[in-house]
């Protein structure tokens, strides 16, 4: 099944609303503040005046970087209308900060003409981000920096034990929810492929056990499952129930790794 991140409008609107509260619980985990907020101290020079963030999605990220920047003139490009019309509503009053409907791979945005940008889990939603990282390193000025930061989905986990019921779901959220599992070991390369010189790179573990961060996880996995006939409501339930379960009782083992790459474009 095709990892519907890549076309969000044709997921429908139920899954827009769902991934949209998702992302914002992510961006409120301790964990995933601590990565942003390190990433965009990484972005800080002086003279920060324009920031653009390439996948944007509900703009979960994009608030976070319009309050660390608050001088800087912020846009969130995202391919989904859908994300973007809850992106602009989210973002109500945040002057700084608006959101374009847009390609990675064609930004409406003049060459040389952005401070920083940021890429925040979108390559691995992609079949290839060889041409979002050309046109991220098209519109950075001489430089300018980027932050990209993404999920080694190949390591997530709900395994507490040999073959724990859980972990299905977990292999199955990143079958059918996610492109590209690996991208993560690809990174480095990937950004000199394009001509950025990568000055710091950094994994993170994010551990999910006492909040229900990754219930979206089980959730869309069980709904998917039911509708394919391959298991019946009573599993379901009953897997959404484990899941709430070792929450309350502390002990679900959510487990992702994260990476963060900056890369600076070259000085001519
Ligand atoms: C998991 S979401 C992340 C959204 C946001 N960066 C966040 O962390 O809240 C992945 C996003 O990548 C976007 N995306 C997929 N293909 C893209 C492309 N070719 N160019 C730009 N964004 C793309 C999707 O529409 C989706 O909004």
């Known amino acids: 099944m ?20 998702a992302m914002d619980m992510r961006q409120s985990d301790p964990t995933m503040e601590a990565i942003v907020a390190d990433y965009l101290d990484r972005l800080d020079q002086t003279d920060v005046t324009r920031i653009v963030e390439i996948g944007a999605g509900a703009g979960a990220v994009s608030r976070r970087i319009a ?9 969130g490009f995202e391919p989904s209308e859908g994300f973007v019309k809850e992106a602009r509503s989210r973002a109500a009053g945040v002057d700084n900060l608006s959101f374009e409907v847009a390609d990675g791979a064609a930004l409406p ?4 003409s952005v401070d ?14 060889f041409p979002i990282l050309k046109e991220a390193l098209r519109v950075l000025r001489p430089g300018g ?7 080694d989905f190949s390591k997530g986990s709900f395994a507490s034990f040999p073959n724990d019921p859980l972990d299905s779901l977990a292999r199955t959220f990143v079958s059918d929810f996610v492109t590209d599992a690996y991208i993560v070991g690809k990174l480095r390369g990937l950004l000199t492929g394009v001509g950025l010189a990568v000055d710091h790179f950094q994994l993170w573990n994010r551990l999910t056990d ?9 959730e869309v996995t069980t709904k998917q499952m039911v509708e394919r ?24 083992y959510g487990f992702q790794l994260f990476a963060t790459a900056i890369g600076t474009k070259p000085q001519m």
Request: hydrophobic share 50%; proline share 6%; charged share 20%.
């Open 116 to 129: 920083a940008v940021v890429i925040h889990t979108v390559l691995s939603h992609v079949t290839d981000p």
């Open 109 to 112: 945005v003049a060459e040389d």
């Open 2 to 21: 095709a990892d519907p991140f890549q076309d969000v409008d044709a997921a429908g609107a139920d899954f827009i609303t769902m991934f949209a509260d």
């Open 210 to 218: 006492g909040a229900p961060m990754m219930l979206p996880w089980v």
């Open 229 to 252: 006939g391959q298991i019946g409501a009573g599993l379901r339930d009953a897997l959404i129930e484990e899941h709430n379960r070792r929450v309350a009782a502390k002990t679900l």
């Open 67 to 75: 309050a660390r920047f608050p001088v800087a003139r912020v846009t």
């Open 145 to 151: 920096r980027i932050a990209v930061c993404d999920a």
